[in-house]
């Protein structure tokens, strides 16, 4: 299954953005990493490209909810996403805010999988049992 990854906005956290690149490929997945400072068209552009399965957005420096709130819209200019699945994870808002009041806010921008301040490992876990839900793995 391909995924493509990075890191959003002006965001340069890339040691983070490869531990998810490493995590990834060691459960089997394709995946192909865009880096840090990643537009949110560049990850469009890429999963049309790669005819990826999984678009895995991750933010550290809390600035992904300014990148991030237009993300339904910027999909449905593309062709043939409607079974994507968009998951975000990492630290994302600025300042302190709880997983409670975040989740709800980043499923509402469109993304099916919401992780705010969650162990890598724990949300890939959830990843796959969320696609095996959906039978596509």
């Known amino acids: 299954m391909k995924v493509v990854t990075g890191v959003v906005g002006n965001d340069i956290h890339v ?9 990834l490929k060691a459960r089997g997945f394709e995946v192909f990493n865009l880096g840090v400072n990643t537009y949110l068209e560049e990850f469009f552009d890429a999963v049309v490209e790669t005819g990826a399965e999984v678009l895995l957005i991750s933010s550290l420096n809390g600035e ?19 079974n994507l699945v968009m998951m975000i994870g990492g630290n994302l808002v600025v300042g302190s805010a709880d997983a409670e009041e975040i989740v709800p ?8 999988l919401v992780f705010h301040q969650v162990d890598l490992n724990t949300g890939l876990d959830t990843l796959e049992e969320y696609l095996k839900q959906r039978g596509m793995r």
């Open 64 to 82: 992904a909810e300014g990148w991030s709130r237009e993300i339904k819209l910027l999909k449905s200019s593309y062709k043939g996403l409607d």
């Open 105 to 112: 806010k980043y499923k509402n921008y469109g993304f099916d």
């Open 15 to 23: 040691v983070a953005n490869r531990l998810i690149e490493l995590s």
